[in-house]
């Protein structure tokens, strides 16, 4: 309980220190407030009922179904409300309140009515749903602070660089534009609803909480978090807007090609001669490197393969999806996935490093993918043009510095799983116990021919 604590105290901290920054940079509210105004307010699209899917884990069938009837009925009274007094609400803001109320609701039932480890158990799983919706406004704030504080971008020679790759992100956006408009609406979804796959994986890792009385010691929100708070540090050392907008019209139409150094995604790579910094406008997030999505895909990706056969296929569909949607839509260069990819896997082996407690081998590990991903970033900038000029090495480097990266995750993971085998597995023991029946077993009788 004390640790939850200070790492309450911490979060609570850093909320207030982006309130602070937000209203500072942007003059606009930051993530307390706009949690607090939602309270009553039309929420903005978020992950409220993810939240509190997620809350549900500590909760018995039965709660289950009386908090999600009560966060329905809640929100029903509240769209009847705001349609009497003619409120005008946005379509993908009607629902979310009632969710709200009702995490808010079972904090006040834990402090009030619960007792011991019912208590800290049902404050963690209202913990963990208030921090998912948290960590969205939290990074809403971090956008807005990279767009107001970077007024310059990196993009030319990030696209230097990604001559190596053979412009992937051309190449994905003329297929994509090619293939018609049911593909296109498909990756739209898949790279919208990322959270909603997330969910879904964390809920099957999370499904025995409400009987085992316990969290598991490592599950999918953790990385998720994590990968939220880190990433966007990273977009202030190196901000990046994306092909879509450094090289094409924006995600509006015609109205971004004013701040675009050309017009030219997707039929035309960029020219790699002299790249510079060159300025932008300060609403659209430099959130490109590392790209985001990929290293939240990658994480799904990672934490599926523990799963039933269908969480299986589902986690790779989403990952290869969410991999052609940065490309194909003009929201990431390829370098940008390569270096989502080396960085979820980083933060995903510190994690697990930490509940193993320095371990060794994950200490080797982290330290591998820190360098790894600290020397993308360092040639991405000072070696653009070199990486442009000479593709058939610069590209099989890069491929090969992730790959060494997944190739030692894979290696030190399947040796601490390998280790920590319980040895009161249901399976081994029914094995021994049949081993052992066999060994006490009275011989069979010899037939006599």
Sequence with gaps: MVLWAAAGAVALGFLVALEIAARHYGGEPGPLTNQVREVVFPPKPGPLYGGLILMMVVLT?????????????????FILVRWAAGAETPRDQFFGNGALWVMLGCAVIALT????????????GVG????????????????????????????????????????????????????????????DLVYAQLAVAAIVVAFHQLRNVAVERRFPRHHLVRTFLVIGLVGPAIYMLFPVVGPIFAY????????????AVADLWPNTPPPFTSPHPVPYDGLTPRNCVPSLHTAWATAIFIHSRKGPRLLRHAGTFWLIATLSATLGFGYHYGVDLIAGVVFALTIEAALRTFDRGRDRSGLRLVAHGTVVFA??????????????????????LLVLAMLSVIHAYVRTTGRWESRDVPPGRPGRQRSLAKATSSANRPPAPTKLS
């Design 128 to 187: 963990l749903g208030l921090l998912l919706v948290a960590g969205r406004k939290t990074g809403d704030t971090w956008l807005l602070i990279t767009a107001k504080t970077r007024p310059t971008v990196l993009d030319p020679y990030v696209a230097a660089a990604d001559h190596a790759l053979g412009n992937p992100s051309w190449l994905a956006g003329r297929l994509l534009r090619a293939s018609g408009p049911v593909p296109t609406h498909i990756l």
């Design 375 to 396: 020397a993308l970033l360092v040639s991405y900038r000072w070696l653009p043009t070199d990486m442009a000029r000479h593709p058939w090495v610069a590209g099989p």
């Design 113 to 124: 009515r619960r007792t011991g480890g019912e208590r800290a158990l049902l404050l963690k």
């Design 61 to 77: 069938w039965r709660e289950r179904f009386i908090a999600a009837g009560a966060a329905i009925g809640i929100d029903a009274v």
């Design 248 to 259: 094409g019209p924006g995600t509006s139409g015609t109205g971004g090609v004013q701040w």
